[in-house]
């Protein structure tokens, strides 16, 4: 079958990968449409550390093929929008309803895949870049069937993780302020998601003019194309209740803080560096501000999945406009250099 394998160096459209059948609690899915997503670019540049060769992709959605013992909620047949928590569902962190903190589902990668012989590791417990992936069955949730699988791929990362932090990280409220730093994939959804929690000023901030018209589209109802605390103050004089790092440069997390009002979160969502360092005036943050870490959303996949479905179905989620451009598995190369250029909010291999 076809897949995206990254070496350490390189990577390459292959049509020889193996994968396994699937065993107890698992589920194998071949995947219709998978988002290429900056975490996966993050691996190809050496931004997020990954263990090599490795099938790279984690923001899919498919057709269910063959379940293994004990899987009762999917059945082969069905649509799945795939998450990449792999979580146990039996730690403290899960009985608590936290799955993105299950110390099991993170940092120890399976390796289902094979080519040429060699064992393979999974990306993100996904590995959406593939014809057919493995994945455990809470990983896989079932969608309504009208819902397009190139538009249901995103949900797995950048809707979960974007409109996640805005309602459950941050919960904004109804009549909060909110600004948005960057409106890539990511920047999109928190847009939408503040627009769906009732925020009523919602700040875009991108050095790109061209996104504007697609960030007012998604909920933004201010646009700038600096990240200027002045020019922000200008339409927020005290600051915002919320501000949304989603770029990953500290110097913007630094903005972030400052474009905060009392008792106002700064949440980062972008990703720098490992080992990236960033400052803020610690005098700033005792009128109760805070700096809020968010990993996916703080999602419980199974639960949000589901609604931003319904959300989408209903008309007040947008899914299918987040798909700038699709392109076949073999055109990889070039969804990279789109996505890279910032051409595309968002690619969609498809398969």
Excluded at 66 to 88: F, I, K, M, R
Excluded at 130 to 159: M, R
């Amino acid at each position: 079958m076809r897949g995206v394998v990254f070496d350490g160096g390189r990577t390459e459209v292959v049509d020889d990968l193996e994968i396994r059948d699937p065993g107890p609690g698992e589920v194998l899915v071949a995947v219709a449409a998978a988002g290429l997503c900056h975490s996966d670019l993050s691996v190809i540049d050496g931004t997020i550390p990954f263990p090599s060769p490795v099938v790279l992709g984690h923001e899919g959605a498919g057709v269910v093929e063959a379940v293994g013992a004990g899987v009762g909620h999917v059945a082969p047949g069905d649509h799945v929008a795939l998450s990449t928590l792999a979580n146990c569902g039996a730690c403290a962190q899960c009985d608590r309803g936290r799955p993105t903190m299950c110390r099991k589902a993170i940092g120890m990668p399976g390796r289902p895949f094979s080519w040429r012989g060699k064992p393979l590791y999974q990306f993100a417990s996904n590995s959406a870049f593939a014809e057919h992936t493995l994945v455990k069955a809470v990983q896989a949730v079932k969608i309504p069937t009208d819902l397009p699988l190139p538009s249901a791929a995103l949900i797995g990362c950048g809707v979960l993780t974007g409109v996640g932090a805005v309602l459950n990280r941050a919960k904004v409220d109804h009549g909060d302020t909110v600004v948005v730093i960057g409106t890539g994939g990511i920047g999109l959804n928190v847009i939408q998601g503040a627009r769906v929690a009732g925020a009523l000023t919602i700040v875009a901030i991108d050095t790109n003019p061209a996104k504007e018209a697609v960030a007012r589209r998604f909920g933004a109802t201010h646009f700038l194309t600096s990240a200027s605390v002045q020019a922000v103050r200008e339409i927020l004089p005290h600051g915002a209740d919320h501000a949304f790092e989603c770029v990953g440069r500290t110097e913007l997390i630094r903005t972030a803080i400052d474009l905060l009002d009392r008792h106002g979160q700064a949440v980062l969502l972008g990703v720098p560096a490992a080992t990236a360092e960033a400052s803020f005036l610690v005098s700033s943050m005792y009128l109760d501000k805070s700096i809020l870490g968010c990993r996916y959303g703080s999602s419980r996949p199974q639960r949000d999945i589901a609604l931003y479905a319904r959300l989408y179905r209903e008309g007040r989620l947008l899914l299918d406009e987040l798909v700038s451009e699709t392109y076949p598995v073999e055109d990889f190369a070039k969804a990279v250099e789109d996505a890279h250029h910032s051409r595309v909010a968002r690619g969609v291999l498809l398969f």
